[in-house]
C-alpha cells in the first residue's frame, strides 16, 4: 500500500461540463501520474508530475490539464468532458526507495 | 514511440493447467515490470525484472526478462482460480521521470 487514494471512486457527469478528480499522496513521493485504462488499451498516460508545479504530457494529454500546488496532492482536469473521455483513471507513484511504480483504486468515470 | 505487445490477450484454462503470457517489443527497456488487476482495483505490482536474461519466482509465478531486454514472460504452473484476473506488463524506458509503457493486457480465466 503506496498510501494513495483517489476521489470521487465513481463519477457521472454530462458532456461539456468540467470534472476534476483528485489524487492524494502520504508518502511523499516526487513523481506522480495520470493514466486512463480502456479495454484493448491497457493503461494509457495522460500526464505526469515530477514535483510541485512541474507537469508534464503523456501519450493522451488531449483535453486534460493537471496542476500539482503541493507535493500529496495531483489533481486531473476534464475542462469540457465528451463521452470519449468516458473510462476508468488511476493515478500512480513512483516509489522513491525502489523507484516501481504503485497505482491508486481508481476513479470510474462516465460523460452522458 | 515504445510499444508492448502482449498475448495472448485472453486465456481461459482449467484449474491445474500451465500457461505463458508473452510481452514482447522491438525496443529495449531498463526494466519491466508485472501487474496482476482484479475488478474494480487498481494493479498490484508482482515483479520487476531488470537484467537480461533474469528469472524470477514468486510462488508458481515464474517471470523471465529476454537477454535483450525487449521481451518477457510469465508462466504460471498449475494454475488456480485464485489466479484469475487481468495481468500487465509494463516497460520502463528510462527516459526519465519513470514513465511506464503497457501492454494491452491478459485476461486469465481459471476455471474450477
Known amino acids: 500500500d503506496a498510501g494513495i487514494t483517489q476521489s470521487p471512486r465513481h463519477k457521472v457527469t454530462e458532456t461539456g461540463t468540467p470534472v476534476t478528480l483528485r489524487c492524494h499522496q502520504t508518502?511523499?513521493?516526487?513523481?506522480m501520474y495520470w493514466y486512463r485504462q480502456d479495454p484493448g488499451h491497457g493503461l494509457r498516460l495522460i500526464h505526469y508530475?515530477?514535483?510541485?508545479?512541474?507537469?508534464d504530457k503523456g501519450e493522451v494529454s488531449d483535453g486534460y490539464s493537471v496542476s500539482r500546488s503541493k507535493t500529496e496532492d495531483f489533481l486531473l482536469t476534464l475542462e469540457s468532458a465528451t463521452s470519449s473521455q468516458t473510462s476508468v483513471y488511476f493515478c500512480?507513484?513512483?516509489?522513491?526507495?525502489?523507484?516501481?511504480?504503485?497505482f491508486g483504486p481508481g476513479t470510474r468515470l462516465t460523460v452522458t | 514511440t515504445q510499444l508492448l505487445e502482449q498475448s495472448p490477450q485472453f486465456l481461459s484454462i482449467q484449474e491445474g493447467e500451465n500457461l505463458t503470457v508473452y510481452c514482447n517489443s522491438s525496443?529495449?527497456?531498463?526494466?519491466l515490470q508485472w501487474y496482476r488487476q482484479e475488478p474494480g482495483e487498481g494493479p498490484v505490482l508482482l515483479v520487476t525484472?531488470?537484467?537480461?536474461?533474469e528469472v524470477k519466482k514468486l510462488k508458481r509465478l515464474t517471470f523471465q526478462f529476454g537477454d535483450a531486454r525487449k521481451d518477457s514472460s510469465l508462466h504460471i504452473t498449475a494454475a488456480q482460480p485464485g489466479d484469475t484476473g487481468l495481468y500487465l506488463c509494463?516497460?520502463?524506458?528510462?527516459?526519465?521521470?519513470?514513465?511506464?509503457?503497457f501492454g494491452q493486457g491478459t485476461i486469465l480465466t481459471v476455471h474450477p
Open positions: 508518502e511523499n513521493h516526487r513523481y
Open positions: 525484472v531488470v537484467t537480461g536474461g
Open positions: 525496443s529495449v527497456f531498463s526494466s
Open positions: 508530475s515530477y514535483g510541485v508545479k512541474d507537469t
Open positions: 500512480a507513484i513512483t516509489s522513491s526507495a525502489s523507484y516501481e511504480q504503485y
Open positions: 509494463a516497460g520502463d524506458g528510462r527516459t526519465s521521470y519513470g514513465k511506464l509503457t
